[in-house]
């Protein structure tokens, strides 16, 4: 089992950059898929990124080029670098696991969230 906790969130103007950052409790953390999701004020929470225990990474349309995930498997880390962001990027971030992979179905642990406000 892992318990996940996001950190990083705030309040950032549009063209600004933000780092989100997800420390990982429990083994083996290197032996789990990792990603991002983010739910909008009255939206479903929707797949950012993923990078799962083979490397392969993958991003939604939305913030590719702007998102990049990486992690630190000495730290129990994973990261989520936010460039360019925008008004519509304002969210409540998760951090997310799973034994196997991550995808927009497929997520055994949750994070609570951290929350980001893209504004000027």
């Known amino acids: 089992q892992v318990q996940l906790v996001e950190s990083g969130g705030g309040l950032v103007q549009p063209g600004g950059s933000l780092r989100l950052s997800c420390a990982a409790s429990?083994?083996?953390?290197?032996?789990?898929?990792m990603g991002w999701f983010r739910q909008a004020p009255g939206k479903e929470r929707e797949f950012i990124t993923s990078k799962n225990i083979g490397g392969s990474t993958f991003y939604a349309d939305s913030v590719k080029g702007r998102f990049t995930i990486s992690r630190d498997n000495a730290k129990n880390t994973v990261y989520l670098q936010m460039n360019s962001l925008k008004p519509d990027d304002t969210a409540v971030y998760y951090c997310?696991?799973?034994?196997?992979?991550?995808?927009?179905?497929?997520?055994?642990?949750w994070g609570k969230g951290t929350l980001v406000t893209v504004s000027s």
């Open positions: 997310a696991a799973d034994e196997v992979v991550v995808t927009a179905t497929r997520v055994h642990y």
């Open positions: 429990g083994r083996s953390f290197r032996s789990y898929a």
